[in-house]
């Protein structure tokens, strides 16, 4: 086990503009063309920025279920070192990460096909390369914020989060406030090994500041109590969703294909409820 990177700044400003992207789950093309869509174009270095100097924020998840976790480790690890972007925690990430850390976890639900995407890699770059891309994955997830402050001059407009967040949990760091917001509110596991998730954006009192989020996969972008889910199941075969602010726009790109291998995907439980 391995020393933990110091998080980064929890604090992002939309001066600018800032677009916020739903879970992407490996779904790299999807990625892609989303980006073209939000008008972000492909520079000299291999970067993508947009003409505006807009910033991507993403909600975490980038990896696992999908067939591209690696290229999409690969982008944010170089986007964010070069201030184009920024990630928040989440619960993925989290069980990569310490994966990547050397620690006893079990790799599944999607996760596993992260180990067989860095086996391949170890195979076609060679071990050198292999590790160096082990070691600044680790570092990208365990250094990502729990939640992330969108600022518009010294206003707090919107607060980007994987799974959700209490209004008295934001600007605070904590295991709890960490857990919270990898995980939702949770309370406890049913019988099929699911968690069974409490409706935190029911029950919110505030309206401001605008708290987007993902991790809990709908057919739809939904609005509820100053609340935004923009985790539209892209890997299950539904639609990889950003949200732009300060337009209040949502631009969403259809997937190509059910990536998850599942019939009985989050998405068809949810139509059925």
């Known amino acids: 086990m391995r020393h933990k990177p110091q998080t980064r700044s929890k604090v992002l400003s939309a001066d600018n503009g800032v677009d916020i992207v739903g879970d992407v789950h490996g779904c790299y093309d999807e990625f892609m063309e989303l980006l073209k869509r939000l008008g972000y174009e492909r520079s000299h270095d291999g970067t993508f920025r947009h003409p505006q100097g807009r910033k991507l924020l993403s909600l975490g998840d980038i990896t696992s279920r999908g067939p591209y976790s690696i290229k999409m480790l690969q982008f ?137 989020w993902g991790h809990d996969p709908r057919p739809e972008p939904e609005r509820r109590n100053g609340t935004l889910n923009i985790d539209q199941g892209c890997v299950f075969g539904g639609m990889l969703t950003a949200y732009r602010y300060p337009e209040d726009e949502l631009v969403s790109v259809p997937a190509k294909k059910n990536y998850s291998g599942l019939t009985d995907t989050p998405l068809t439980r949810y139509t059925a409820d």
């Open 76 to 212: 944010f690890i170089h986007h964010i070192s070069t201030g184009l972007a920024e990630m928040v925690d989440s619960n993925h990430g989290w069980k990569v990460a310490r994966w990547l850390d050397g620690r006893p976890v079990t790799l599944a639900h999607g996760d596993e096909k992260v180990e067989e995407e860095f086996r391949s890699y170890q195979q076609e770059f060679g071990p050198k390369k292999a590790t160096l891309l082990r070691e600044q994955s680790r570092r990208l997830l365990f250094s990502s914020p729990s939640h992330m402050m969108v600022k518009r001059g010294d206003k707090l407009v919107a607060v980007a989060v994987h799974a959700g967040i209490k209004d008295d949990y934001i600007g605070l760091e904590s295991p709890a406030v960490h857990t919270f917001c990898r995980y939702g509110d949770v309370a406890g596991t049913g019988p099929d090994g699911r968690p069974i998730r409490r409706e935190w954006a029911k029950e919110r009192k505030e309206r401001q500041p605008l708290i987007v």
